[in-house]
């Protein structure tokens, strides 16, 4: 099973904008997918944006336009960057990766915030 490590959460003002970044500790090239995931309080976890291996991304209806998913496939990263935040965009943010073998792997996820 895949290490999966998030960083780059914290506490934004409405407008503003913060970038997550995600590390896969795994042999490199057996990822398929890689994508990011969130949970606010009292809600279940929800998908915000994926990407595979040859660049093709899905994001939810709410995200779309504001956040933007990128990979770097040589290091086994994945990066969202987060534009025009809401306080509804306000959740804990998991990183999943999914390998050709059809393993799934969860990070332990990072905090945003969005309150003035």
């Known amino acids: 099973q895949a290490q999966v490590a ?7 003002r409405p407008g503003g904008s ?3 970044s995600c590390a896969a500790s795994v042999t490199i090239y057996t990822i398929d997918t890689m ?7 009292g809600e279940q976890r929800e998908l915000v944006a994926l990407i595979t291996r040859l ?3 899905n994001y939810a209806d709410s995200v779309k336009g504001r956040f933007t998913i990128s990979r770097d496939n040589a290091k086994n990263t ?3 960057q987060m534009n025009s935040l809401k306080p509804e965009d ?4 998991y990183c999943k990766v999914r390998q050709y073998s059809g393993l799934d792997s969860w990070g ?3 905090l945003v915030t969005v309150s003035s």
């Open 108 to 110: 332990k996820g990072t």
């Open 18 to 20: 913060l970038r997550l």
């Open 78 to 80: 994945v990066s969202l």
């Open 35 to 41: 994508g990011w995931y969130r949970q606010a309080p």
């Open 90 to 93: 306000t959740a804990v943010y």
């Open 55 to 57: 660049g093709s991304t």
């Open 6 to 12: 998030e960083s780059g959460g914290g506490l934004v």
